[in-house]
């Protein structure tokens, strides 16, 4: 499951989404179209549920970024258990 940081927020843009951090001045610009919506980070979204209708290189693609998101702080990742 995947949450946004607390710290953290997210808006949809033409090009896809822009997640910024209010702990100092650090956007991020992600082209993902209309792969994924702000809202999956609010309600902690899981990985399956993004990829039901996705094809397997979208499916990649999510993945991907969903790790780089971990990896900087944006989103938090968190077990099921």
Same mark, same amino acid.
């Given at each position: 499951? +995947?949450?946004?940081?607390?710290?953290?927020?997210?808006?949809?843009?033409?090009?896809?989404?822009?997640? +910024?951090?209010?702990?100092?001045?650090?956007?991020?610009? @992600?082209?993902?179209?209309?792969?994924?919506?702000?809202?999956?980070?609010? @309600?902690?979204?899981? *990985?399956?549920?993004?990829?039901?209708?996705? *094809?397997?290189?979208?499916?990649?693609?999510?993945?991907? #970024? #969903?790790? *780089? #998101?971990?990896?900087?702080?944006? @989103?938090?990742?968190? *077990?099921?258990?």
């Amino acid at each position: 499951m +995947y949450l946004l940081h607390p710290k953290c927020r997210v808006r949809k843009e033409k090009f896809g989404l822009l997640f +910024y951090d209010l702990r100092g001045p650090k956007l991020l610009f @992600v082209e993902t179209g209309d792969l994924l919506d702000p809202g999956f980070f609010q @309600v902690g979204g899981a *990985s399956k549920d993004v990829f039901a209708d996705k *094809s397997h290189a979208e499916r990649i693609r999510v993945e991907r #970024l #969903l790790k *780089s #998101l971990v990896v900087k702080g944006f @989103v938090r990742e968190q *077990s099921l258990c």
